[in-house]
């Protein structure tokens, strides 16, 4: 070889395939606002709809009247339940087994919910027909609160399914009940409680609260009645589970009906679910023969879809004396609002709450959930989560620093010695996990000198000295977590939505002259995935990641998939693509062997060629091989390169980390300050460091706002009191701190390139880190529990209980 | 109430149209003129992903009656491109440095991002993030927004020293 | 989010928009930066049938300082309430106010009189405008008068303006290095309204205090004032607690915002007394 060939390492580097930090391919349309987005599709003849919502939690609809709001010039319907009765889509059934009102239907259920659909040749008439609809309401007794929803003389709520004894997760015991679900060895787990030399006992609040994607969700529905095909637009995370729900819904062949995401303005969970304006623009398209476009405004976006969290965590945690746990409990009243309208998988009404053992070799573990109906709007989504995990990951999180405070002990120590240690992997959890790979103890250790704990610690206490010698009235909080996440739904054995598995898929296409199309199943929200799925085909086939185009997002083109939620993109799509890519590189070897005129097993894959054994110089590019795949013909192999993968993952992932910060806590005012924030991540093989850095920063800034101040509050006759950003706290670049990230690798063993997922681990982690720094600043004052968010008035109500403010 | 004759000029050409007073000019932009960078995010001035420059000033779309802005000159992202195509400074900033995810908010903060850069050619990180924060980012966490910008500042400046 | 249809007027001069607005009768508006109506009209609380717009009146856009008095144009920006020097120096409690209020954005197109004339408890010029003890000319198709800050609001957007009128300068007497200044804000996070501010002026034997978003209207206390003139602060403090009823919202209940309130007002005079001479 002379000295211009480049070795392996500089052909590896060219290919930016996985562990490069790649500019995104997106970019270059987005800096330049040519992304498309789907209020920016404007079709001809394209007409508006836009929902009368009622102002009342709880009443029934006594009329509506229509004629003043058709009187108007160019209002072309108003859509009432009563119209999409016929059709029977009045209601629609929820991602987790329920059914809800498309437009109300007698009743109304929360402030904010769909009672008419008017539909308008543009936005602004469609605002002025809304306030002529007139509805005439009677109000009914409000239920707000879970814990009342069964007492006597509570008000039913779904008099639909009031005498259902039987729901979609088994019994009910009352008509505002919904499902119990129970997980683990009570039995056991009780006998463990009864005989612990301690129990530490709290009740932990995940307030509710909501995902709040800058871009609202939406569609544009279009009928062409000519050939009888729905295409269907929409800020979808699912498409493809879309249109066979719309197909089931509307009675569509599939085949007719093509659902298309385009680029999608953040979604965090809130574009999972169908939502009543999807269903009433496909109707206004069919009756009307225009298309219509539905788009939520913000207050809508907030008052009416997916809401997250809202789980009262009832715990109690078992330790020995010396601080080993023992066992675990916890029953949760899971407050589901109006209608069930989760998105978990179908056997999991509660999501992967058993995940709440955490990080934590606990031998013994019972975990029971009751969902209830309350007058507040439906959702229960993974709010950059996988199904629940953030509200597991912060009871864990939180019962380990009230165990800590039980027992006297520092908390960083108490994790030390209760995590499952590097050789237990493959570990059965108590509550019937299997995680896949960990090595807690290297990561733990890592972190904690990365912040000079045993220094800061010292500094706490200095402050508090001089916070008690009143020469400071700022106290020092130091937040601890280290979280387990489970991502990557998942194995079609026991995961699936609405009967659809949930694998998902890769089709890859070699053009002749070596460049590719990979197509996905999944869709991506700002996560990258054009950038990094070609990185990770360019390491499996050789070929140059700007060579290959990714795509998504549209149903007649696209694999079939389950969308991208849940951090399930790498795990299962990413697998997908991995093993497409394989299958690739397998017809590609035998094409080089040909070629190089050697047996198969004579040539072996090297970076971007495959070579002869032992002789190198004697070599095919997969260029070359791509172009003979199209214009030889080779005895025994078909012509092309082309192949598809669909991946049913045998386990999910277990992404981990460490995350440390430091906040000043100002007793008087409540004012926070969180001045240093650490964060380990080990999500697996790293694709593009890049990304999962903004990942990171991502998700903490919205962990953030989660426990500082963002809430979705009514007050006790169901108004909705946090519909406008100015009290739906999102923090700008001002309040946010500065991030420091670091990793550790351990990679998944299931994953065929051994990645698991990241863009979920910073809010699950974030959230009990920044919570338990709140907590540890007041813990020298007698503190264990208090309830997020923690605004300024309610860091100043915990002061003021403990008596800081003389 | 009747549509009223607008007139501005929107990346340096001059548009004119008839138009409800009532148009907000967000909406302006996006559908009678197609400019669709500009995003509407809170519709209540507070995210300023709407926000675009009008006579020298960054302002919310969403918070503007075209009426308002009959007569003024008016940039959107769409005018923040080089002459031959490529990629402005603050663009290739925010592309270099990961400073988008979803792209919602990005001509928001590309246009703000201009406006402060030409107020304050040398901003320290705190004066950035003091100066963008009337646009909400719900991806990035702002850090490499704030680096972006940084980076930009520098490279403008270096441009700037290179010319003279 | 759409607001009503609505005509719209662009006068040239104060005697035109009077004319207009009292020709239109009570279906018409003055709009100035719309950063408070515009949100209104977009949740439909507001829907005037016509707009006249102040943005052509190019006298009511300039900041004076002469002869110790400042007076500034209605439809002047926060923003350049901000930038401008000659403030600055005459007022420089202004300029550190205005820096707390909303976003730049908003900053660039908010104007300083729809701050004051809108009577909105969650502004802060009315507050400061109080603790200088300026004074707001009025414009009716009649002719001008001027109006005391002091006593111009009444209640949550209720004032002494009448609907017929436009707000159309400010002014006050330059403050210069005499006095101490500080414009203290709690707020939630940039673009919210305090959850409690307090502007204080002391010096020179002298002191003015006010309060921002804790009643119904701006809060300044003349027994605060007087109080922390002969330099009581306790009783200062004392004085503006009793003046204040601040209702509870998202930002906290009410006993919560009265520490606070307290709170902020001793930052506030603290920080003023360290710049005083």
Redesign the interface.
Known sequence: MNEMTPTPEERAKSLKGLGSSRKRVEDARFTQGKGNYVDDIQLDGQLFGAFVRSPYAHARVVSVDKTAALALPGVIAVLTAEDLAPLGLHWMPTLAGDKQMVLADGKVLFQGQEVAFVVAEN??I???AV?LVEVDYDELEVLTDPFQAEAEGAPILREDIADATEGAHGPRRHPNHIFTWEQGDKAATEAVLGEADVVAEEMVYYHRTHPCPLETCGCVASMDKVNGKLTLYGTFQAPHAVRTVASLISGIAEHNIRVVSPDIGGGFGNKVGVYPGYICAIVASIVTGQPVKWVE???ENLLSTAFARDYWMKGKIAATREGKITGLWCHTTADHGAFDACADPTKFPAGFMNICTGSYDIPVAYLAVDGIYTNKAPGGVAYRCSFRVTEAAYFIERMIEVLAIKLGMDAAELRRINFIRADQFPYNSALGWEYDSGDYHTAWDKALAAVDYAGLRAEQAARLEEFKDGKTRKLMGIGLTFFTEIVGAGPVKNCDILGLGMFDSCEIRIHPTGSAIARLGTISQGQGHATTFAQILASEIGISADDITVEEGDTDTAPYGLGTYGSRSTPVAGAATAMAGRKIRAKAQMIAAYLLEVHDDDVEFDVDRFVVKGAPERFKTMKEIAFAAYNQAIPGIEPGLEAVSYYDPPNMTYPFGAYICVVDVDV????TDIRQFYALDDCGTRINPMIIEGQVHGGLTEALAIAM?QEI?YDEIGNH??ST???F????S??TPHYVTDHTTTPSPHHPIGAKGVGESPNVGGVPCFSNAIHDAFRPFGLTQTHMPH???RV??TA?RLGL?G | ??K?HVKMTVNGKAVEALA???T?LVHFLREELKLKGAHIGC????C?AC?VELDG????SC???V??A?GADVTTVEGMANPDGSLGVIQEMFREHHGLQCGYCTPGMIM?AH??LQENPTPTEEEVR??M??NLCRCTGYQNIVKAILAAADNLAAQKEAAE | ????????H?PSSVAEAAGLLADLGEEARV?AG??SL??MM?L?MAAP?H?I?L?DIEELKTIEVAGGAVTIGAMVTQ?SVIRDDALAAAAPIMREASLQI?????R??GTIGGNVANGDPGNDMPGLMQCLDAEFEIAGKAGTRWEKARSFYHGAYDTAKADDEILTRIRFAAVGDAMGYAYEK?K??????A?AAAGVLVGGGKASIAMTNLSDTPIWSEAASNALATGDVEEAVAAALAAIDPMED????VE?KR??AG??LRRAIERALSRAV
């Open positions: 936005r602004y469609a605002a002025d306030e405004s913000r207050q008087d005012t409540g004012v101040g509050a009191k946090t950003m100015m009290d706290f999102i923090p700008t001002w309040e605004d300024h008035w100043w109500q003021n403010h | 109430m009747s009223m409800e007073p009532r907000l519709e209540s001035s507070h300023g926000t000033k960054s302002v919310k918070t503007m009656f009426a308002q009959n703000r406006r402060l003091f100066g924060a009337g | 989010m759409y607001p009503g249809a609505f005509d719209y662009r709009l719309g950063h515009i949100p977009k439909r049938e707009l717009d943005q923003d909303a976003d730049p954005q908003v660039y197109v709690q939630r996070k940039i673009g919210d309204y959850t998202m930002r906290g209940p919560f520490h606070v709170v902020i």
